[in-house]
């Protein structure tokens, strides 16, 4: 099976601030690489899917990027409304694991 | 606008069974795969089941293989989740969520239902 990691687990940012969280999956899943949005008692959003297409909706200040077995998602200027946990999800053969999740709280 | 409805979670002895369905309305539910996730208390998001829009695939996680059973009822805009010989590890809010892609399953969820806890407790 493969297994997902993200890191860091946890980290406190401010408003306006650059945000990068990192997902490795450990073995090859070329770009089938989705990004997930939960907030809490919410349920989860997706944000980008194939590794660095962004869903319809979502703004353009969330990106990622990667392939294979590293992976990044980046806010490029965190908003009030960006604290929230987020989670990488594969899903390269079938629906696949989640990376355990990173929580992004206030500074 | 698309909607998702679970229902069906509640308290449940280990051992026990339950049913949980999923109505969903807004877009043509025929050809989509849907799945089901789960979230333990406080914890993060497990993949629990999937089932392709022409029902000829199903998939399951390996903690739930054998005991949980997927469905889809297109004439209802339903999935359903049987879940049998119940745990205590199964306690979690259960979501279902409609795939993005027309067709074939690619697992990525864009539109969720808003869960519906089960408890298994005795």
């Known amino acids: 099976d493969i297994q997902m990691t993200q890191s860091p687990s946890s980290l406190s940012a401010s408003v306006g601030d650059r945000v990068t969280i990192a997902c490795r999956a450990s073995q090859s899943i070329s770009t089938y690489l989705s990004w997930y949005q939960q907030k809490p008692g919410k349920a989860p959003r997706l944000l980008i899917y194939?590794?660095?297409t962004l869903h319809s909706g979502v703004p353009s200040r969330f990106s990622g990027s990667g392939s294979g077995t590293d992976f990044t998602l980046t806010i490029s200027s965190l908003q009030p409304e960006d604290f929230a946990d987020y989670y990488c999800?594969?899903?390269?053969?079938?629906?696949?694991?989640f990376g355990p999740g990173t929580k992004v709280d206030v500074k | 606008e698309v909607q998702l409805l679970e229902s069906g979670g509640g308290l449940v002895q280990p051992g026990g069974s339950l049913r949980l369905s999923c109505v969903a309305s807004?877009?043509?539910?025929?050809?989509?795969?849907m799945g089901w996730v789960r979230q333990a208390p406080g914890k993060g998001l497990e993949w629990v089941s999937g089932i392709t829009g022409d029902r000829k695939t199903t998939v399951y996680a390996d903690s739930v293989k054998g005991r949980f059973t997927i469905s889809k009822d297109d004439s209802k805009n339903t999935i359903y989740l049987q879940m049998s010989n119940l745990r205590a590890e199964d306690t979690a809010v259960y979501f279902c969520?409609?795939?993005?892609?027309?067709?074939?399953?690619?697992?990525?969820?864009?539109?969720w239902g808003q869960g519906t806890l089960v408890i298994v407790s005795s």
């Open positions: 969520g409609k795939d993005k892609t027309y067709g074939d399953g690619r697992w990525e969820l864009d539109s």
């Open positions: 999800q594969e899903s390269y053969i079938g629906p696949g694991a």
């Open positions: 807004g877009f043509t539910f025929g050809p989509y795969a």
């Open positions: 194939a590794a660095s």
